[in-house]
C-alpha cells in the first residue's frame, strides 16, 4: 500500500501513514502563476494500491483538480488499485434537484472519479447518506462513509460532557445526535430549521428541551456560516444549560465563525481534522477511523459492503 498525501491533506495524509505503519510519499505540487495546479507523484505505484489523501476545502475547485490529477496519474502509473480518501467530499450537499434545471454535483464529481479509473472513495460524514446510496446505485465505484461523531463524542466525555443532552441542528441530521448518546449516555433530540430553498436562508426554531441545570452538544455535519450553530448554542444557554458544547465533523469555518460560536455562549467549540480548524478549536482526528478501514479493503478478498 502506498500512502500519496495531497497538498491538502498533508498532516493527515501522514497520520493515516502512520497508523499503518507506512511510510508516506507526499505528492510534489506547486501552483503555477496563472492558478494551474502542477502534481508529480512521488513514488513509482505500478502493481500497488495507491491511496490518495485528499480533502477538498476550501478553495474546492483547485482541490478538486489536484485529486483528479493524482488519481488519473496514479492509474496510469499502473497502481492495481486507487482508493482515494477524501475526508470532505466538495459539492456533496447538491445530492438532489430542488428546483428545476439545477445540476448534481455530487454525482458529477463521483462520476468523474470514476472515469479516472478510481476503485473506492472513502468519506466522513457525507452530506446525506441516503442520497450518496442512489447516487453510487448508479456507478461501479465504491463509496465508503465513515463517521466521525462517535470520537467527537467520546472526546468530549472524557472532557466532563458524560450524559450530556446530544442535540442535531434539524430532524434530518438527528442520526448524529442518537449516534452520539450512545457514546454519552445521554438524551438525544433535534432542533426545527426551516431553509429558503431559493435564498438558501435558515430559520431555526429553539423550542424549550428542558436542559436547565444540564449539560447539552450541538453535533453537525457541517458548520460554514455558523449561524445555525449559534443560534442553537445561545437557544440552550438561554433555558438554563449549564455547559454547552459545539461540535461538528468538518469545521468549514468562514471569517469570524469561532468569535460567534464563542459570544453565543459555547463553552467548547470541537472538530474532526477532516479540515483544518482555527487554532482556537479543539481537534480530534478520523485517521485510525480511516486506517482501520484501508486494512480491511487491503486484506479483503471482497470489498467492503
Do not use: W
Not at 445530492?95 to 462520476?111: N, T
Not at 449561524?227 to 455547559?243: D, H, I, N, S, Y
Not at 468569535?259 to 479543539?282: Q, R, Y
Amino acid at each position: 500500500m502506498i500512502v500519496i498525501p495531497g497538498p491538502a491533506s498533508k498532516e493527515l495524509g501522514a497520520k493515516i501513514a502512520s497508523e499503518l505503519g507506512v511510510e508516506p510519499h507526499f505528492a510534489e505540487y506547486r501552483v503555477f502563476p496563472d492558478g494551474e495546479s502542477y502534481i508529480r507523484l512521488t513514488r513509482a505505484v505500478e502493481g500497488e494500491t495507491a491511496v490518495i489523501v485528499q480533502t477538498t476545502a476550501p478553495m474546492q475547485d483547485r482541490k478538486l483538480m489536484q485529486l483528479y490529477m493524482m488519481a488519473s496519474t496514479a492509474k496510469e502509473l499502473g497502481a492495481r488499485r486507487v482508493v482515494c480518501v477524501v475526508p470532505y467530499l466538495a459539492y456533496s450537499r447538491q445530492d438532489k434537484r430542488f428546483l428545476d434545471g439545477e445540476a448534481l454535483s455530487l454525482e458529477l464529481v463521483i462520476g468523474i472519479l470514476e472515469s479516472l479509473g478510481v476503485d473506492d472513495i472513502i468519506v466522513v460524514d457525507i452530506h446525506n447518506e441516503e442520497s450518496m446510496r442512489t447516487i453510487q446505485s448508479r456507478h461501479n465505484l465504491k463509496v465508503h462513509n465513515l463517521s466521525a461523531i462517535p470520537v467527537l463524542a467520546g472526546e468530549l466525555r472524557d472532557k466532563g460532557f458524560e450524559g450530556a443532552y446530544s442535540l442535531s441542528p434539524d430532524k434530518g441530521a438527528v442520526k448524529l445526535a442518537e449516534a452520539a448518546s450512545k457514546i454519552l449516555g445521554g438524551r438525544y433530540g433535534f432542533f426545527e430549521k426551516f431553509r429558503d430553498r431559493n435564498t438558501g436562508e435558515i430559520e431555526m426554531k429553539v423550542v424549550d428541551l428542558d436542559v436547565e441545570g444540564e449539560s447539552a452538544i450541538v453535533f453537525d455535519d457541517i458548520v460554514s456560516s455558523g449561524g445555525t450553530m449559534a443560534k442553537a448554542v445561545e437557544g440552550l444557554k438561554g433555558q438554563g444549560a449549564e455547559r454547552v458544547a459545539a461540535a461538528c465533523t468538518h469545521a468549514l469555518f468562514m471569517e469570524g465563525v469561532e468569535e460567534k460560536i464563542e459570544k453565543a455562549g459555547a463553552d467548547i467549540i470541537m472538530a474532526s481534522d477532516t479540515l483544518c480548524p482555527p487554532k482556537g478549536v479543539t481537534t480530534v482526528s478520523v485517521a485510525p477511523l480511516v486506517a482501520n478501514l484501508l486494512r480491511k479493503l487491503t486484506t479483503s478478498k471482497k470489498r467492503v459492503q
